[in-house]
């Protein structure tokens, strides 16, 4: 189901609006022979509402992943995407689990056919590909079903205290094993609600506190 406003996603995955915009609508773009349509990524479950499903937030956290860190261009990016899906039929591969195990390796050597890549090069693009699959929580089907994002802007060793949980407080961000959002964090703590008093009126450790608050405020590390 579709739920995630463009902004809201991009706020909480750290994208660029404008990049998240290209990725799930397409966008044209001029070229010295006119101009020319990027493809849309990901594909929206009501494009006409333009917002993102849960499915589709766990897509553009693991893409994210591979654009940010390598700068690899996007062509290049879908066409090792469409590689996996037509080896293994699968329909959203970055949200699969099986991914993680069958086909990053894959994904990762069909990249050695589309970019010049040391082998040094490939192991890090893998390794940063599988730090950002290990935020995700998978069913037993083996389809994502909880993503704990990236709550600063640098570093992939970074705490899992918050968690976005498509069956907890409407798919709202909120503190790992609770049901308190971090909008509601934030805005208490924007009223001159102090870290610690919050806390203690949430049970909470002081760290998910200022990770929850974080997640909406992007304070400094």
């Known amino acids: 189901m579709p739920a995630y406003g463009l902004s809201e996603a991009a706020h909480y995955l750290h994208i660029p609006l404008a990049t998240l ?61 469409d590689y996996v899906r037509k080896q293994f039929g699968w329909k959203h591969p970055l949200a699969e689990q099986k991914f993680e195990t069958d086909g990053v390796n894959l994904f990762v050597s069909r990249f050695e056919k589309l970019i010049s890549a040391s082998e040094s090069g490939q192991l890090a693009i893998r390794e940063v590909i599988k730090a950002h699959l290990h935020r995700i929580e998978h069913d037993t089907f083996g389809l994502a079903a909880r993503l704990y994002p990236f709550t600063r802007e640098n570093g992939l060793d970074q705490p899992r205290f918050i968690v976005i949980d498509p069956l907890v ?36 450790k002081r760290p998910q506190i200022e990770e929850a608050v974080r997640c909406e405020l992007a304070l400094a590390a």
């Open 169 to 204: 407080s409407f798919g709202r961000p909120i503190i790992d094993g609770t049901g308190v959002t971090t909008t509601v964090l934030a805005e208490r703590y924007k009223a001159g609600d102090s870290m610690d008093a919050l806390a203690e009126d949430y049970d909470c």
């Open 21 to 81: 915009r290209s990725w799930v609508h397409g966008r044209p773009y001029p070229t010295t022979a006119g101009k020319k349509y990027f493809k849309r990524l990901i594909n929206l479950p009501e494009p006409k509402f333009g917002a993102l499903s849960f499915m589709n937030l766990v897509e553009a956290h693991v893409l994210n992943a591979i654009r940010r860190n390598y700068r690899i261009a996007l062509p290049k990016v879908r066409g090792a995407l």
